[in-house]
C-alpha cells in the first residue's frame, strides 16, 4: 500500500465534449453557450476542489484556460494545483479547418508565438527554427503555451508540471528521438517547471528513459491504470512492474473509472494499493458526480 495518500486531480476530458459534436457543430456553437459551458466547467472543478480534490489537470486550449481565470478569483479552488498537457490535438486540428489546412494553421501559430510575451526564448532559437530542429521546434512552442497559462494563472495559481501529449510522447518513443527528450527536459527545468510526460506505453517509456540514463525521479509521468487493465499497454501485469522501478517519478493515474466500466469505490482500493503510485487524475461531468466521486476517492486513498 502507498506510504503516503494519492494526490486526487479533477481532469477535463468531459468539458470538451469531443465526442458528441461533429467539427461543423463546434464551429457553429453559439458564444453564450460556450461561456455557459465554461461557468459549468469552472463550477465543477470548484466544487471537486472543495470535495477533496487537490488540483487540476488540462489540456492547454481556451476552455481550459478561461477555467483557469476563474479559479485564481476563487479563494478555495486558487490553492488546486495545475498540470498541463500540450498539445491539445483536437484544438489544431479545429483550428487548421478553418485557417485552410495546415499551412494555414502554421501560419496562424507563428503570429501568435511572435506576439507572445517569450520573444527572447524565440529569438534564441531563430537559426533553429529555419532549419526545421526539432529541438527548437519544441522549445518555442513549449514557451509559447507556459506563456499562455502563465497569462491565465497570474501570479496565484501554480503550475507543478507540464507534460507532452501522448501523442508527441509516443511518437517520439517509437521514433527513438533520445535527445530530443533530454532537451525538453533540460529546457523546463532552466524554466523552473517540472517536465512530464503523458503516455500509452508506460512500460516502454520507463525501461528505455533507465536505458537512457533520465532521472525519472525528476519527472512527472500520466498512464493509465485500473483494476481492469484498460488501455494499459502492453499489458496490465508489464505496466504495474515498470511502476515498482520508476525510481521516484511522480506517477498520476488516468483512465482509473476504465471510461465509466468501474464505479469509484471499485477502482479506489486498487490505487491505493500501488505501490509508486503518486496520484490520480478523474474526470467528472457533474457538480453532483465530482462532491460524490472525490468523497470517495479522498475517503479510500
Known amino acids: 500500500m502507498n506510504s503516503k495518500p494519492l494526490s486526487l486531480l479533477v481532469g477535463d476530458n468531459p468539458f470538451h465534449g469531443i465526442s458528441h459534436l461533429s467539427q461543423q457543430r463546434a464551429r457553429e456553437r453559439p458564444l453564450e453557450q460556450t461561456q455557459k459551458s465554461t461557468q459549468q466547467a469552472y463550477r465543477i472543478v470548484e466544487c471537486a476542489v472543495e470535495n477533496g480534490a487537490d488540483g487540476f489537470m488540462f489540456s492547454v486550449d481556451e476552455v481550459t484556460l478561461s477555467i483557469i481565470r476563474q479559479l ?112 525538453y527536459i533540460a529546457f523546463l527545468e532552466s524554466r523552473h517547471v517540472r517536465p512530464g ?48 522501478v520508476a525510481c521516484g517519478a511522480e506517477i498520476l493515474a488516468m483512465s482509473v473509472l476504465a471510461a465509466g466500466y468501474l464505479k469509484p469505490a471499485e477502482a479506489v482500493g486498487y490505487l491505493a494499493n500501488l505501490e509508486g503510485l503518486s496520484g490520480a487524475v478523474i474526470g467528472v461531468s457533474g457538480e453532483a458526480q465530482a462532491a460524490e466521486t472525490f468523497r470517495v476517492f479522498r475517503e479510500g486513498r
Not at 112 to 124: G, H, L, Q
Not at 133 to 146: D, G
Not at 177 to 182: G, I, T
Open 197 to 244: 510526460f503523458e503516455t500509452r506505453n508506460f512500460s516502454i517509456l520507463v525501461d528505455k528513459f533507465n536505458r537512457w540514463n533520465i532521472d525519472l525521479g525528476k519527472l512527472t509521468l500520466t498512464a493509465s491504470f485500473n483494476n481492469v487493465g484498460f488501455q494499459m499497454c502492453p499489458s496490465k501485469r508489464e505496466c504495474e512492474e515498470a511502476l515498482k
Open 72 to 183: 485564481q478569483k476563487s479563494p478555495k479552488a486558487a490553492k488546486a494545483r495545475l498540470y498541463a498537457i500540450a498539445p491539445y490535438a483536437y484544438e489544431y486540428v479545429r483550428k487548421s479547418t478553418q485557417t485552410g489546412g495546415v499551412s494555414g494553421l502554421a501560419m496562424n501559430l507563428a503570429r501568435e508565438m511572435v506576439f507572445s510575451s517569450n520573444v527572447r526564448v524565440i529569438t534564441s532559437n531563430l537559426n533553429g527554427l529555419v532549419r526545421f530542429n526539432l529541438s527548437s521546434l519544441l522549445k518555442t512552442y513549449v514557451a509559447y503555451e507556459l506563456a499562455r497559462i502563465k497569462t491565465a494563472s497570474g501570479n496565484i495559481m501554480r503550475l507543478d508540471a507540464f507534460m507532452l501529449h501522448e501523442i508527441v510522447t509516443d511518437m517520439a518513443l517509437a521514433l527513438n528521438l533520445e535527445q530530443l527528450f533530454k532537451e
